[in-house]
């Protein structure tokens, strides 16, 4: 036999768990409704993707080499002094690294849908096909022809949204919302931007998340997230970020608006039958940070890696267990990650007393290098057990201050 499978969705998690299974000779099936797509998200991706996925250097908008952390009080702090020189973070447009990587899929074998899913049915054994019901675009976007595929197996790559997760009763997740307005600066108000980018936090722009000020091509995204679902909040809070930065955005042009939600944790059911969840559908989003990026692009890796795996190479259906261990490899590998940004968030995010401790320790450069290490190498821990014990006292020396150990209600 020859495996059949289908990926909904062409973002980062779609395209890179495409490429691999097409990479292997399996015959894949990837879907996108809106090509030039330009999902609202800060842009940010570690040195380690740039590796990872091989991205060439034009996709790289800027190589953000300095980070402003900016308190509630408006204290600022100045990291990026303990990176190399080599060592950046990488800034881009969505509708450019999503369309680089999903050119690439199809250069690979991969077969591009323009379509949207309606609905996915689902089969009565374990080894009938799902039917796959959509509708295919023309060149121009406009609606086409209502169409089916057959396929084995299944990805859902469709983000928070994912109709392929209701198709299987996944279940539900809390979800914040992403909020930012593009930006183009005056020539001198970029220049500022031209390898710096700033995060602010405090209660005018989000009450547990931060806000953001991230440099693009020829243009900054100003944003801000929450899990206050309320278009009255978000205006209100993106208000303050405007507010907090207006300084540096004055002259500045509103090109675009855009919003999105973001789960906040992964989905219930992540794996069922043969279908898997990857990226934004699984709930791979990181706490704290609010990372998207790496880890969907990685998980749509890993998930298509066992399928390569357990088919064989495309000669054997794999049944729910074979897919399944994506989900346990995923969870050994970065299990620790999500519960200590989690805990992060829940520590630091709660008030702004606790944002100042937060913005005070992140001056310390011990501190500085394990969060910029945990962000362009995934290392949640310094191989240095000393260092781990003088972080540890030096965080609880700022919660102490900042009076962020009391507890706070619902908490």
């Given at each position: 036999m020859s495996l059949r499978v289908a990926v909904v969705g062409g973002g980062p998690a779609g395209s890179s768990a495409a490429e691999t299974l097409a990479k292997a000779g399996i015959e894949t099936y990837l879907f996108e409704r809106k090509l030039d797509n330009a999902k609202p998200?800060?842009?940010?991706?570690?040195?380690?993707?740039?590796?990872?996925?091989?991205?060439?250097p034009?996709?790289?908008?800027?190589?953000?080499?300095?980070?402003?952390?900016?308190?509630?009080?408006?204290?600022?702090?100045?990291?990026?002094?303990?990176?190399?020189?080599?060592?950046?973070?990488?800034?881009c447009r969505r509708e450019v690294l999503d369309g680089f990587l999903r050119d690439r899929a199809v250069k690979r074998g991969a077969h591009l849908i323009n379509g949207t899913l309606h609905t996915l049915e689902l089969p009565n054994t374990s080894t009938e096909p799902y039917t796959l019901h959509y509708t295919a675009h023309t060149e121009d976007g406009l609606v086409g022809e209502s169409k089916s595929l057959q396929?084995?197996?299944?990805?859902?790559?469709?983000?928070?949204?994912?109709?392929?997760?209701?198709?299987?009763?996944?279940?539900?997740?809390n979800y914040a919302i992403a909020f930012q307005e593009r930006i183009r600066l005056p020539q001198d108000k970029m220049a500022y931007y031209e390898e710096l980018?700033?995060?602010?936090?405090?209660?005018?722009?989000?009450?547990?998340?931060?806000?953001?000020?991230?440099?693009?091509?020829?243009?900054?995204?100003?944003?801000?997230?929450?899990?206050?679902v309320n278009q009255a909040k978000i205006k209100q809070l993106q208000a303050g970020i405007r507010a907090r930065a207006a300084k540096r955005l004055e002259g500045g042009e509103i090109i675009k608006v855009e919003a999105h939600p973001i789960p906040e944790h992964p989905r219930p059911r992540r794996v069922v039958g043969r279908v898997a969840l990857?990226?934004?559908?699984?709930?791979?989003?990181?706490?704290?940070?609010?990372?998207?990026?790496?880890?969907?692009?990685?998980?749509?890796?890993?998930?298509?890696?066992?399928?390569?795996?357990?088919s064989k190479a495309g000669q054997r259906i794999p049944t729910e267990d074979d897919l399944k261990v994506y989900i346990k490899r995923w969870d050994r590998k970065y299990g620790t990650t999500y519960l200590v940004l989690d805990l992060l968030q829940r520590v630091f995010y709660r008030t702004d007393a606790t944002r100042e401790a937060f913005v005070e320790m992140c001056a310390d450069m011990d501190v500085q290098k394990l969060t910029f290490d945990s962000y362009l190498y995934k290392t949640v821990v310094p191989s240095n057990p000393f260092v781990q014990m003088k972080i540890t006292a030096k965080t609880l020396g700022s919660l102490i201050r900042g009076n962020a150990l009391a507890p706070t209600r619902g908490w």
């Open positions: 998200c800060g842009g940010a991706i570690p040195l380690c993707m740039v590796d990872e996925f091989d991205l060439p034009e996709i790289i908008d800027r190589r953000v080499r300095k980070m402003k952390m900016i308190s509630p009080s408006n204290i600022e702090v100045n990291i990026g002094s303990t990176l190399k020189d080599d060592e950046y973070i990488g800034m396929v084995d197996v299944v990805i859902g790559a469709d983000g928070a949204n994912s109709r392929v997760a209701k198709a299987i009763k996944a279940g539900d997740y980018a700033e995060m602010y936090v405090g209660d005018d722009v989000s009450p547990d998340f931060y806000a953001w000020v991230f440099p693009k091509y020829d243009h900054v995204a100003v944003g801000t997230g929450t899990m206050r990857v990226g934004d559908a699984a709930g791979t989003v990181t706490k704290s940070s609010g990372e998207g990026i790496y880890f969907a692009a990685k998980s749509g890796r890993m998930c298509a890696e066992a399928i390569v795996e357990f």
